[in-house]
């Protein structure tokens, strides 16, 4: 067998960028690992279960991909699919067309969303994933630039660990090094500062309130360098999700915000993990009093059970838009299935369900009780810290707590507790050597206790293993 090396770009020891280049290396070992075993193929799904082709039930304690809030079988969404597939399988909103699901979606998205920004939001723009709708976002703030008649105010600001998909954009916006290396990006014009991770890049003796101010002075000083008239928008979670499950310390995003309305910079905030209830709100910009100009969803929008994505702005964003527009003759953008009425159907019955079922503050009760069984392993010797908010969550693993490290090879331990899972009869994702946990919003009390009870066992087994 050939041994392939990756060698990372040359950084600086102990930067930010080198922490961030150990703790995605687990890419590669992952895919090492699914060549020797191949895939895991999934037949069926049952509630917070999800079944193989051997007729192995799994908890799904991801949702899929962060995605299925209200299980992988509700009928109400099969049906709802069902009935507009046989009334209108199809049509698009170009040159001045539409249909009913669509108009009602986006109608029910501007008034969920408008309370979260003053003025209100103005319109949603539907796109079939969250990599489109933060691409759109790229497209319509440089749009707005020119229209403003600021052409050199096109530069986007994002953070290290930080992800907002993987198309050229998106991708360039995402601050995954794996996600970059090869592929000729980010591209230029996107920078990133850093992660709001205080467990890992907190100094010694430094309060998160301190952290925190780092961070805003260190996004301030990078403004002031490349020149606030350049900045056009700040992107980010706002609790992050691929990079981590990174809740952010006390009073940062207070402190952030204060940066971009300092130098007139648009934030965008990335709901695709967060929104519809994971944080024990509708929306996680609720959470945290984060005021965004633009808000990104999708995932839990349909529950995945259909594609679909929006990109809900307020007048800020749009009103010089329309403007140019209207200057030009048309909006040259959109997607064929952008707004499919099947989609947009499932999902507006979907919001329905999460309203009617209670599924929010089923995330607060449930979520609770999943982070606090968590925490009742923080003497394990493999936990070195646990985090999360709402019904979202990771622990981080090591075998050095001292020195909050793991093994030799960044990410193998957390392979190593992520098989034993698996193998215990649940799904999880490991995220270099975090462990993360994300369950559909409608799971039971006693369905996280299950959930422990398998990561206690997966845990024992690998502390054995290791003689720990």
């Known amino acids: ?59 799904e304690a991801m949702s899929g991909l962060w995605s299925v809030g209200v299980g992988f079988s509700d009928q109400r969404l099969v049906a709802a699919a069902t009935e507009q597939m046989k009334k209108l399988p199809f049509y698009h909103t170009f040159t001045h067309k539409t249909h009913g699901p669509a108009i009602d979606l986006a109608e029910k998205l501007v008034t969920m969303a408008s309370p979260l920004t003053p003025g209100g939001m103005s319109k949603a723009f539907f796109c079939n994933s969250g990599s489109e709708a933060n691409d759109s976002a790229i497209k319509l703030i440089w749009y707005r630039s020119n229209a403003l008649g600021k052409p050199e105010k ?49 100094l010694p003796g430094e309060s998160e309130e301190a952290f925190a101010t780092r961070r805003a002075e260190e996004l301030d000083a990078m403004i002031q360098a490349e020149g606030p008239d350049t900045i056009a928008a700040f992107w980010a979670e706002p609790v992050m999700g691929a990079g981590g499950v990174i809740v952010p310390p006390a009073t940062y995003w207070e402190k952030i915000q204060a940066v971009l309305a300092k130098y007139d910079i648009l934030f965008v905030a990335d709901e695709v993990i967060n929104g519809f209830g994971r944080t024990g709100n509708m929306f996680a910009c609720e959470t945290y009093n984060i005021q965004p100009d633009i808000l990104i969803v999708s995932k839990q929008l349909s529950s995945s059970y259909m594609p679909i994505a929006a990109l809900i702005a307020n007048e800020r964003v749009l009103g010089p838009v329309m403007d140019e527009s209207a ?24 919001l329905r369900i999460i309203e ?27 936990v070195g810290e646990v985090r999360g908010v709402g019904m979202i969550a990771a ?38 050597d975090a462990i993360a946990f994300c369950p559909p919003m409608i799971i039971t009390a006693d369905q996280i206790d299950d959930m422990l009870a398998i990561f206690r066992k997966s845990l024992d087994q690998v502390a054995a293993d290791l003689g720990l």
């Open 154 to 202: 096109k530069k986007l600001i994002s953070r290290m660990k930080g992800y907002h998909g993987v198309t050229l954009a998106a991708a360039s916006l995402t601050g995954l090094p794996n996600n970059h290396r090869s592929f000729d990006l980010p591209m230029a014009g996107v920078l990133h500062t850093g992660s709001p991770h205080y467990w890992r890049d907190g």
């Open 395 to 432: 622990v981080e693993l090591v075998t050095d707590k001292a020195a909050k490290r793991g093994l030799e090879a960044p990410g193998q331990l957390g392979n190593m507790v992520n098989k034993a899972i698996q193998e215990n009869g649940m799904i999880c994702r490991s995220i270099g």
């Open 356 to 382: 009617e079922e209670g599924l929010v503050a089923n995330c607060v009760v449930q979520g609770a009780r999943l982070r606090a069984g968590l925490a009742a392993l923080a003497d394990h010797p493999l």
């Open 327 to 350: 200057r030009i003759g048309t909006l040259g953008h959109g997607y064929t299935a952008g707004g499919h009425p099947v989609a947009t159907a499932v999902s507006l019955e979907n």
């Open 1 to 59: 067998m050939t041994t392939t090396t990756l060698t990372p770009p040359a950084v600086a020891p102990n930067s930010p960028e080198a922490r961030d280049i150990q703790f995605h290396l687990h890419s590669y070992t992952n895919a090492r690992l699914h060549e020797k075993v191949g895939p895991l193929v999934i037949e069926g799904g049952d509630g917070i279960y999800v079944i193989d082709g051997e007729g192995r039930r799994y908890i």
